[in-house]
């Protein structure tokens, strides 16, 4: 299967090593990956900030630059949220362009449900964890995947996976808002990263790279000794497909 | 306090009131998990979610015919129904009714639409003395305070604050137990229920078929508002219709869940006319205010599915911006998720900066009894300001999108990033370190920057990533 | 704002109707513009029920109430009165009223032998629900028209026999509940009620006692109505 990596903006500046195990677990399971060179980033701090035309245009761009694939996987779960859900309405009076963007739509796959679905991958069975690990709940992946799902895919071969008090608890990033709100963005990242360390458990699973710039920076500014990773890259060094980060 | 600018600093403030966050944190969490729990118990949840929309916004998208229905049929048992356009017609209409028969001790149970149009205030200037009887309410009009909850007025409010409230204005022995106080209080109103003339309420909903309010209480308050006074006035919006008794259930099955997780209020009460010839009890006569204020403009526009709300409040628990401000904070009497939809429909301009303090994380929807999708109520809201945001934001907003439009453009500006900002080789950019200090101190005032690591996904792809098999 | 800018009219009929009528009529014409009613879809109530209606109504009745707070007293059909009277000697009543309803299980029979009883013990009996005796009761003892198994509701509507106060002003409230009152869900219950000719000015469905959790989030009973709802359920 020939699949289009559409890495998102976030993911590609601050997370390539997600990328990264995205691109060789997807090679390891059988797909032949390719990455549009000409994608960017889907417009979704501009639709959740009001700026709906601006949004629309880039979600048209992505329209046209994964128009040659019949399959596009993302690492990101809200970013598949506004690919699916919330983008297709912009470009509505545009006929063209919004079936473009329904088409997009019912093609793009947000990473850890197209294993499930549709290369019927057992993560749980093939995850390796050597200590206790926690999760957090991306709250854009509501339209995805539920906690229970993540909760799945963690739990197996006799993993510790601690939940936490309030799985589906945000973590306050939220765009734009963590910076024109910062003193209530930060109060609902001390909620999140308390209920986290809580659990005992050092190791994080977040599958959202907005989700880890607030979270990882938040612990680091408070000291708290938790990692943060991608379910990807864990799968990846389970597989020995990536060298395990340091 | 400037209720038209600066939401980031009064919400900043909120936050800093460390009593006010630990208070509403305990109560929130604790409903929120009642709630959780009732739901759990709930045989067919998704189904009575689902119904439940549907009833409400069946209702809205008729609401004219059932209107008419109730009118009629309240009318037709006896009922005086009045109508007010706006919030000053609303008070108007209830103090003409106590002026002219000469009430003069007005009792009042827990309403929203009475909060909205300020009537205690009208009342008071139109010569009658109106006693708030749900404990929370009375707490907050002995303290002069406001509520900050639409289902726990004081929830803001630690137990030696009531003591101290109670104590100083009802000159009774200061206590700290909230049975003891809640004994002071229920025997401060009984009194108060003896003497009173006027009973005054909202509605939780309206039965168009048989012309029936249905008041959902806890206390039993709401009961002595419509057993003792000789004339009871109730205050109803004109979307709490909905049209038949046989949807009652339905609502009913998930509304006291949703806000404290009781499988049913402790008071279900369906006033039908005012009290029949022979009753032993009951108010002599019945009127009905329908108030618009507002309503009708937003049931002509795109966000008319917020007028399904029933007022549970569960939102506003879920909500963890609420949980971390309060609801004054909001500076509306309609707060949180609900609220920061509602106010700026309501009241426009000075509410207008309210969609924007949420970090869109759902949880309100999640748990709304009747489906109203926040979130995207919330988007909406924000698009309809976007002319009026900080020029800065609005110019960085459109240079951002035209570069994305430029995937050159924007791997120059990922260069560029990593080339500009420092680095001290922690891999992070932290208070002390960068040199961006104001454009960047939003974020670094919470939390480190990360610095993005020297080679892009795409320079990974580009220099073997994709070659490799 | 001033109560004075809006001349309202207060009196009933027509008058204070126009500008209803006035606002349905703009309504119509500018918001609904929209043709034929599309009625809306009847309740799937089967498939939303609680309580199917061959479930064993006694106990769940009995389970429900306890949860919700009351105390259930479930006796043998002439167990009843020494139950109320224990109920009330435990609480050492002086003044107690008795509510007597001919479509309840306190029938006016039943009332004489309660007020008879209880008065031979010395404690005063009213069936007055007049103010004074109300404010002034310890207990109140009345029938109710129906209960609810789902949720442990007692219903009680006004009537010229029962008195809205009744089940609401004295701190205890004793209600007789026979077991062919029981239904199964709300749903059932609606349905019933919907088929009255004439709903009575007030029904109340009532699911506990008296609570409030205001102050603290601290469960506290007996804030304005009863503090203690007692329920002795006889079968029959
Ligand atoms: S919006 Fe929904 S959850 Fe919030 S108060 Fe209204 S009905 Fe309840």
């Known amino acids: 299967m020939e699949v289009a990596l559409f890495a998102t903006c976030l993911t590609d500046t601050f997370y390539p090593r997600v990328g990264q195990a995205v691109v060789r677990l997807l090679r390891h399971f059988g797909c032949r990956v390719c990455f549009p060179d000409g994608q960017t980033c889907c417009g979704q701090p501009a639709y959740n900030s009001g700026f709906h035309a601006e949004a629309a245009a880039l979600l048209h761009r992505m329209t046209r630059v994964f128009a040659p694939y019949a399959c596009v996987v993302t690492p990101s779960a809200s970013c598949a949220a506004m690919v699916k859900h919330h983008g297709p309405p912009l470009l509505a009076d545009n006929p063209p362009a919004h079936e473009a963007a329904l088409r997009l739509a019912d093609k793009t796959w947000e990473f850890n449900t197209f294993l499930r679905d549709q290369l019927n991958v057992d993560v749980a069975g093939l995850l390796r964890f050597e200590e206790p690990v926690t999760f957090h709940y991306p709250c854009h992946a509501r339209e995805l995947y539920s906690p229970a799902d993540l909760q799945g895919w963690l739990r197996g071969n006799g993993h510790d996976v601690r939940t936490p008090v309030h799985a589906d608890l945000c973590c306050g990033f939220g765009g734009v808002f963590a910076v024109e709100f910062p003193e209530v963005s930060g109060a609902m990242l001390d909620d999140k990263l308390t209920e986290l360390a809580a659990t005992g458990a050092t190791l994080v699973i977040c599958n959202e790279a907005a989700c880890a710039l607030q979270m990882m920076g938040g612990a680091r500014r408070r000291g708290l000794p938790l990692r943060f990773k991608h379910l990807a890259e864990c799968l990846a060094e389970s597989l020995g497909l990536l060298e395990p980060a340091a | 306090m400037n209720p038209t600018s600066g939401l980031r600093a009064r919400l900043a403030e909120a936050h800093r009131d460390q009593r006010v966050v630990d208070a509403v944190h305990l109560a929130t969490w604790r409903k929120v998990e009642a709630r959780a729990d009732a739901m759990a118990g709930l045989r067919h949840y998704a189904a009575l979610r689902d119904r439940a929309a549907q009833i409400r916004q069946h209702t809205l998208d008729h609401l004219p015919q059932y209107l008419e229905q109730f009118v009629e049929r309240a009318t037709a048992l006896g009922a005086t129904v009045h109508f007010a356009a706006n919030a000053d017609a609303a008070c108007a209409t209830v103090c003409d009714i106590a002026v002219s028969r000469g009430l003069k001790l007005a009792v009042k149970s827990k309403s929203m639409t009475t909060e909205e149009v300020h009537l205690n205030d009208a009342l008071l200037a139109a010569g009658v003395r109106v006693v708030e009887t749900d404990l929370g309410e009375f707490i907050v009009q002995i303290d002069r305070d406001r509520p900050s909850h639409i289902i726990t007025p004081i929830i803001h409010k630690d137990r030696r604050q009531v003591a101290r409230a109670m104590a100083r204005e009802l000159g009774c022995p200061y206590t700290e137990d909230p049975a003891e106080m809640t004994r002071i209080a229920r025997q401060h109103l009984r009194d108060i229920f003896r003497r009173c003339d006027l009973g005054i309420t909202g509605a939780n909903f309206a039965v168009a078929e048989t012309g029936t309010l249905c008041l959902v209480t806890n206390e039993g308050n709401g009961r002595m508002t419509v057993t003792r006074p000789r004339v009871h006035v109730a205050l109803v919006g004109i979307e709490k219709i909905i049209p038949r008794l046989i949807d009652l259930p339905v609502i009913l099955k998930l509304l006291a869940r949703s806000s404290t997780g009781q499988p049913l209020g402790a008071y279900t009460t369906l006033i039908t006319g005012p009290r029949r010839e022979g009753d032993v009890d009951g108010p002599e006569e019945l009127h009905i205010v329908l108030l618009d204020n507002g309503r009708s403009r937003i049931l002509s526009g795109p966000f008319r599915e917020v007028l399904r709300c029933v007022r549970c409040g569960a939102c506003l628990n879920a909500c963890p911006v609420y949980r971390n401000v309060g609801g004054h904070a909001y500076n509306s009497v309609y707060p949180g998720p609900i609220g920061s939809v509602l106010s700026p429909l309501l009241y426009g301009r000075p509410a207008e900066e309210l969609p924007r303090a949420s970090s869109l994380c759902g949880l309100c929807y999640q748990v709304c009894p009747v489906k109203i999708d926040i979130p995207r109520l919330l988007v909406q809201l924000r698009t309809a300001t976007r002319a009026r945001q900080p020029r800065g934001k609005r110019l960085l907003m459109r240079a951002w999108a035209w570069a994305m439009d430029r995937p050159w453009l924007y791997r120059l500006a990922q260069r560029l990033m990593r080339r500009l900002l420092p680095d001290d080789g922690t891999g992070w950019i932290n208070r002390d370190n960068h040199l961006f200090r104001r454009p960047l101190r939003a974020w670094t005032a919470q939390r480190d920057l990360l610095r993005p690591p020297p080679q892009s996904f795409r320079e990974l792809w580009k220099g073997g990533l994709g070659d490799e098999r | ?236």
């Open chain 3, 1 to 236: 704002m001033s109560a004075e800018s809006h001349p309202a009219p207060a009196r009933p009929g027509a008058a204070a109707l126009s500008p209803l009528r006035d606002f349905l009529q703009r309504l119509r014409r500018e918001t609904y513009r929209a043709g034929p009613h599309v009625p809306l879809p009847a309740s799937p109530t089967h498939l939303l029920r609680e309580v199917a209606p061959a479930e064993n109504l006694v106990s769940r009745f009995q389970t429900s109430a306890a949860m919700v707070g009351c105390r259930v007293h479930r006796v043998r059909r002439d167990e009843w009165l020494a139950t109320v009277r224990g109920i009330l000697r435990e609480r050492s009543a002086r003044t107690v009223l008795v509510e007597p309803h001919a479509e309840t299980a306190l029938t006016a029979e039943r009332a004489a032998q309660l007020s008879e009883a209880l008065e031979a013990e010395g404690v005063a009996t009213s069936a007055q629900c007049v103010d004074e005796s109300l404010f002034a009761a310890d207990a109140s003892v009345t029938g109710v028209i129906s209960a609810l198994a789902e949720t442990g509701t007692l219903v009680c509507v006004s009537s010229a026999a029962s008195a809205r106060g009744a089940s609401l002003i004295p701190p205890v409230h004793i209600a007789l509940v026979s077991s062919s009152q029981l239904v199964a869900d709300l749903f059932d219950f609606f349905e019933r009620l919907g088929a009255w000719a004439e709903l009575p000015a007030n029904v109340n469905l009532i699911t506990g006692p008296s609570k409030t959790a205001d102050i603290e989030g601290v469960l506290v009973t007996g804030v304005h109505g009863p503090g203690e709802v007692h329920i002795v359920l006889t079968a029959d």
